[in-house]
């Protein structure tokens, strides 16, 4: 398997614009999780589903963000419109429960830059 | 999910093992020890896990003491490639659910040539 798959690996933007960020996790979980890193915050969950429905979404810091994912294999975390503070690195994740007591499997990351 | 200590910062010499201290005082009974890693600029990496036991895999081992209180993530034999932030865990593994991975600050380890 190639593993939870996260696109673009980097993007730069102006304030004010639309960011799609998107990831595959791995075939079989049903468990996917989006985080998000920053140094002054560290790694904090947005939001996670469960079998492709949202079940937490406290994290997600306001409006302007939102997640979907319309099936088993696919994901979406948007931003509009983004702000400079939006600036972060955006990890995606996925689990299977029952093996391995939810291990998660992380992506590379979305690095993320709002001008 | 129970708080976790790490020192912020390690180094060992690559070829011996490191030792990472993790400190989890008020953990329950059901509540399980994970590690990770992060390596610069990459997505966090599962390590180990366990419950009260010791536990071993090809990466490393865990060391749980007796009254569950804190634990030792063991790298045998450090490398180059072992430089990265690892993550100390405590959390609730439920039957039927999932939850998030609250990581802390983490310890730096530097391993040194």
């Known amino acids: 398997d190639a593993g939870v798959i996260q696109s673009p690996r980097h993007e730069v933007t102006e304030m004010g614009q639309e960011v799609t960020l998107r990831c595959k996790p791995i075939?079989?979980?049903?468990?996917l999780f989006w985080y998000r890193q920053t140094m002054m915050r560290g790694l904090e969950l947005l939001i996670y589903?469960?079998?492709?429905?949202?079940?937490?979404d406290s994290g997600m810091p306001e409006d302007r963000f939102s997640a979907k994912m319309p099936n088993a294999s696919f994901s979406t975390l948007k931003i509009q419109p983004s702000e400079p503070r939006d600036s972060a690195v955006y990890f995606c994740?996925?689990?299977?429960?029952?093996?391995?007591?939810?291990?998660?499997?992380f992506g590379p990351g979305t690095r993320l830059l709002v001008l | 999910d129970a708080k976790t200590t790490q020192p912020p910062s390690m180094d060992c010499a690559e070829g011996r093992a490191a030792n990472l201290p993790c400190n989890h005082s008020?953990?329950?009974?059901?509540?399980?020890v994970y590690w990770y890693r992060q390596i610069h600029s990459q997505g966090p990496q599962y390590i180990i896990h366990?419950?009260?036991n010791n536990e071993t895999n090809e990466m490393a081992s865990l060391i749980i003491t007796e009254d569950r209180k804190s634990s030792t993530l063991i790298l045998p034999h450090a490398t180059l490639r072992d430089t990265a932030v690892y993550y100390c865990i405590v959390r609730v593994v439920s039957s039927g659910s999932a939850r998030q991975l609250t990581f802390g600050s983490g310890t730096q380890l530097t391993v040194l040539p």
């Open positions: 994740a996925s689990s299977f429960w029952g093996a391995a007591q939810e291990t998660q499997y």
């Open positions: 366990g419950l009260k």
């Open positions: 075939s079989g979980h049903d468990y």
């Open positions: 008020t953990i329950s009974g059901n509540e399980y």
């Open positions: 589903f469960n079998n492709n429905v949202p079940i937490d």
